[in-house]
């Protein structure tokens, strides 16, 4: 059964698991040095922009950890959402590999905006103090909000006129684009984004995600600090052919506007009957329900606890959401009554 837990619950796409047949003949050339490989680190190109560069990965933490890592130097800091992935999510990876300290600001919406930032960027203790090095923000957000194109660079500009970089931590980059319908260059180089992870699993691939610098010049030693972080793979004409089915033609549009409509339609056939926490943009709603009904509802079809405290749930629709999925679910909500805000 279909469910509502997490993009990443949902199957691969067919059009990848062909990809992943054709790549399956023969030998090829290992850590990257095949023509799959080779051919998909021009598709990034051309998505991003002559200048970018990628480094498949196995995963979104390691894709975090080793684009930051290839831009900071233990005693620098990145600040972050205290609702980022960063933050709450990899189990202290980053303070681990990196050594850097995590500085967490209190977001608007799931989003950051200039003014919580920058107080954060002086250090008024000089030497004795971490130095500020990186602001990440996460696109989109944990909430499935979305950072326009003038938000971002606004934080982009913010960054840099600090000496900072600006890093997007992109697991679902591609439902953002198809929300605000513009191009990946158009979303992070165009308006100033330095280095990103652009994510595959919750967008139709099996695994693997990517290491982008966007900067010309940045990090020129990703490749080694993808090896010393135990995340580059032997075989990677496996990942590589399933990025290649992805980006060679709008396979990761689609994905992400299918998982967003199906968002979308489940906020609709909900109406005005349900609560919900946070605008629907991407993949993702966020509802209050009776804490009585949490179980019957997950009996239904499966999803997240959210916030225990006020009882927000958190259903969340993938490529492969169907219709039916989500007509049946919406029925079994309002059957139960539907939820006012007086929840």
Known sequence: MRHFLSDNSAAVHPEVMAALTRANHEHAA???????????????????????????????????????????????????????????????????????????????????????????????????????????ITQATEWGTVYSVEETRALAEMAHDAGLLLHVDGARLANAAAHLDCSLRALTTDAGVDLLSFGGAKNGLMFGEAVVILAEGLAPDLDRCCKQAMQLASKMRFMAAQFEALLTGDLWLRNARRANAMAQRLAEALGTGVELAAPVQTNVLFARVRPEDVAPLQAERAFYMWDPADTTVRWMTAWDTEEADVDAFAAAVLARGGYSTSV
Not at 64 to 69: E, I, Q, R, T
């Open 30 to 136: 290992a850590y990257g040095d095949d023509a799959v490989t080779g051919r998909v680190l021009a598709l990034f190109q051309r998505h991003f922009g002559e200048h970018a560069r990628a480094q498949l990965v196995f995963g979104g933490t390691g894709a975090n950890v080793v684009g930051l890592a290839a831009v900071m130097q233990p005693f620098e800091a990145i600040v972050c959402s205290a609702n980022s992935h960063l933050w709450m999510d990899e189990c202290g990876a980053p303070e681990r590999f990196l050594g850097s300290k995590l500085i967490a600001v209190a977001p608007t919406s799931g989003k950051l905006r200039p003014e919580d930032i920058e107080p954060h960027l002086r250090c008024h203790t000089g030497v004795h103090g971490v130095r500020p090095k990186v602001v990440s």
